[in-house]
């Protein structure tokens, strides 16, 4: 990979890390693996430096995602308020309708 490849390849990590989330399709697994890959022996000092601070921010996605995943309540485990918003109203019980009668 050439210094000019590896300055479009830290370019446009630059641009996707301004526009990620801990939401977005991509897991952030896979831009951490897309980092370790760079070739660290053939980097310049200004390129390295600019990784650095790829990897700082992304250090700070994942460390959102672990912290919104570990206050996330588990699926089902509702407290009683919200299951009592979230039933339907129970009023009085409907009567049956009642019997037609046959008249003659």
Known sequence: ?????????????????????TND???LSYWRNRLSMF??????????ARLARLDAALRLLEQSAHTLAAEEPP??????SESARRAPARG???????PLSKTS
Do not use: C, T
């Open 1 to 21: 990979m050439s210094y000019q490849d590896i300055d479009k390849e830290i370019a446009h990590f630059e641009l996707v890390f301004g526009k990620i989330s």
């Open 25 to 27: 399709r991509i897991p």
């Open 39 to 48: 070739p660290k022996m053939l980097l310049m000092p200004i390129q390295r």
């Open 75 to 80: 699926r089902g485990a509702l407290n009683r």
């Open 92 to 98: 009085p019980a409907a009567s049956p309708p009642p």
